[in-house]
């Protein structure tokens, strides 16, 4: 073990008990955490409004302050942006992660604290890697280097004269790193963080790959298109060719469970571990801390105040009403002035003792056009088991819905982007559709016999196309993803225009 992996044991080891009291504590640390934030708000404008100083429990503080949207808060936020103080938070905010959720045409802007940064994105990255290092007693984490494929929105001035700044939520966190992470991490920030995206996997592949990388995060995508270049330029058959001390990925943002099969390939020693993190533009709320499960533990005391939206009664609720196996939107309230803000994601809980969850899709991705309640869970899981009974792996995909027209039949209607193409694509149809009746019970009714819904319809399009629709909506890179399920066909349409480019 390196000097370097033996300091950062014994500097690590000192969140242990504070991880296992968070654990054990969780109703007892989120009720602190609310009284904290109102009381830190309640002088604000908006804390005023809503009566911050009069609420003493979560029943107060459900029924006098209103769940919002972004679009609902934009205003406050505007009013931050433009230099205005004491709005939404005493603290004076000068950073915000600029998000566009889901190719958004219009970037969201999300308050970043300082306060946040410290009590919830810093302390959440420390303690997954003491929980990991806890785990593998004998990772040799920190003998080698750390590289993170981040964004691809550089800081950028939104008002220089009022020191306001936006970008990604990885630039944003790069710029306010510890010194020791800092020094332990690959390539240098201003590489990092160009804008160009082609470019800067290019500059990184051919930096890395003379490095000692013993650990990666980042979305599974991007990763990939890195790993393929580093591969490229070396002219080595799988990546411990390279890197042959490499034995984490961290990874985020999508389902890691339809690319499992590729990276194993790519990456193929039995010592590799991969660790799941939800970590978004506002906050970071869970990471899998048993890599034997796939479940995520929730962060109860790292400053985020959390509400659970039944998808179904719509009813909320604070941590201790949740129940198993129901979907929740997540609603939050952070150190950065969200208040009640609702996120945009569901998730399940899967353990109460502790309190673990799994990311079950977004609240507007999903597919109901003919009550078959289709959701992300759904369509990754499918998809990952018909790939893997026909060996052959994807890059991305999305779908949407064929709708009824005269005496015409709804279906689904997909694009499919492959690594490797199955060579009967008839039958990957049928084993799809199929998967999707096992999966969901609605959506095998509706395709009973075809009287509601037919077998879907599949565009199977070569490498390159999902990037190459991205660049042409000027959002290649960082944190833009493929709405994988759209209720509309908006982004369907869009990307069937440049369909039989890529067949």
Not at 393 to 413: L, Q, V
Request: aromatic share 12%; proline share 3%; net charge positive.
């Amino acid at each position: 073990m390196s000097i370097l992996t033996f300091f950062a044991r014994f500097f690590l080891k000192n969140r242990e008990k504070s991880i296992s009291d968070f654990k054990a504590n969780a109703k007892k640390d989120q009720k602190e955490i609310l009284s904290a934030l109102t009381q830190r708000g309640s002088n604000t404008l908006y804390g005023k409004e809503y009566d911050f100083s009069s609420i003493e429990s979560y029943n107060d503080y459900s029924a006098k302050v209103p769940i919002v949207n972004y679009e609902d808060f934009f205003e406050k936020i505007k009013s931050v942006l433009n230099g205005d103080k004491n709005v939404i938070w005493p603290e004076e905010i000068t950073w915000f992660a600029k998000s566009s959720g889901t190719t958004n045409d219009v970037s969201k802007f999300i308050p970043v604290s300082k306060e946040s940064l410290d009590l919830n994105h810093l302390k959440a990255g420390r303690d997954l890697l003491s929980v990991y290092l806890k785990n593998n007693k004998k990772s040799k984490l920190f003998d080698g280097l750390a590289l993170a494929l981040g964004g691809s929105k550089q800081i950028t001035p939104y008002d220089d004269k009022k020191k306001i700044f936006t970008g990604d939520i990885s630039a944003i966190l790069l710029k306010n790193l510890p010194f020791w992470a800092s020094y332990l991490r690959t390539p240098s920030i201003d590489v990092a963080l160009m804008p160009e995206w082609e470019k800067k996997i290019k500059t990184m592949a051919e930096i890395t790959s003379k490095q000692n990388i013993t650990n990666l995060s980042g979305v599974p995508t991007w990763t990939i298109v890195l790993i393929k270049e580093v591969l490229k330029i070396t002219g080595k058959k799988n990546i411990l060719e390279v890197w042959p001390n490499l034995e984490l990925f961290i990874h985020g943002a999508v389902s890691f469970l339809p690319y499992k099969s590729l990276f194993k390939d790519l990456i193929p020693s039995s010592h590799m571990n991969y660790q799941e993190t939800y970590n978004a533009s506002e906050g970071f709320f869970a990471f899998q801390d048993d890599l034997n499960s796939n479940s995520m533990l929730l962060l109860t005391n790292h400053g985020v105040f959390y509400e659970f939206e039944d998808s179904k009664s719509k009813k909320t609720t604070d941590i201790s009403g949740v129940k198993l196996n129901r979907d929740y939107a997540l609603i939050i309230s952070t150190f950065s002035g969200l208040w009640r803000y609702r996120i945009g994601d569901t998730i399940k809980f899967v353990s109460l003792n502790p309190y673990k969850i799994l990311i079950t899709g977004r609240t507007k991705h999903f597919i109901n056009a003919f009550g078959e309640e289709l959701v992300i869970e759904n369509t990754d899981l499918a998809l990952s088991r018909t790939c893997k009974k026909l060996s052959v792996s994807f890059y991305n995909y999305s779908a949407a819905p064929i709708f009824i027209t005269g005496t015409k039949r709804g279906a689904h209607e997909w694009i499919i982007e492959f690594i490797e193409e199955p060579k009967n694509k008839e039958k990957f149809i049928n084993l799809l559709d199929g998967e999707l009746r096992k999966i969901n019970s609605d959506y095998d009714a509706k395709r009973y016999k075809d009287i509601a819904i037919k077998q879907p319809k599949i565009h199977f399009v070569k490498t390159g196309f999902f990037d190459y629709w991205l660049k042409s909506k000027g959002k290649l890179g960082g944190q833009n993803k493929i709405p994988r399920l759209s209720n509309d066909r908006k982004y369907l349409d869009s990307m069937l225009e440049h369909v039989s480019l890529f067949q």
